[in-house]
Nanobody, 119 residues
Framework: QVQLVESGGGLVHPGGSLRLSCAAS????????MGWYRQTPGKERELVAK???????QYHDSVKGRFTISRDYTKNALSLQMNSLKPDNTGVYYC?????????????WGQGTQVPVSA
């Protein structure tokens, strides 16, 4: 099993910045991707940014140029630097680790951290 623990959420004003962190522990697979997802009430979880197992980064169009995802391969950690935050960025942010077990995709999730963006 893999455990993911997020930190760094909290109330931020529009235009402000916040940095989220995620630490992975447990039975870490040899190859895996990691990413951040956001969820708001009544909506499905959506991708914010990710780093694949081939070290390719991908961002949601709405956060390009404002958010930066970073992965520390030595510590199995992930961070998300969020700048110029907007009220639309409000939500619960989840850290994700995805790997393949017997050729089947397997997703692991953290408990989520709240990010309210409000004046």
């Amino acid at each position: 099993q893999v455990q993911l623990v997020e930190s760094g959420g909290g109330l931020v004003h529009p235009g402000g910045s916040l940095r989220l962190s995620c630490a992975a522990s447990g039975r870490i697979p040899d190859r895996f991707g990691m990413g951040w997802y956001r969820q708001t009430p009544g909506k499905e979880r959506e991708l914010v940014a990710k780093v694949t197992d081939k070290r390719v980064t991908q961002y949601h169009d709405s956060v390009k140029g404002r958010f930066t995802i970073s992965r520390d391969y030595t510590k199995n950690a992930l961070s998300l630097q969020m700048n110029s935050l907007k009220p639309d960025n409000t939500g619960v942010y989840y850290c994700n680790l995805v790997t393949r077990e017997f050729a089947v995709p397997r997703n692991y999730w953290g408990q989520g951290t709240q990010v309210p963006v409000s004046a």
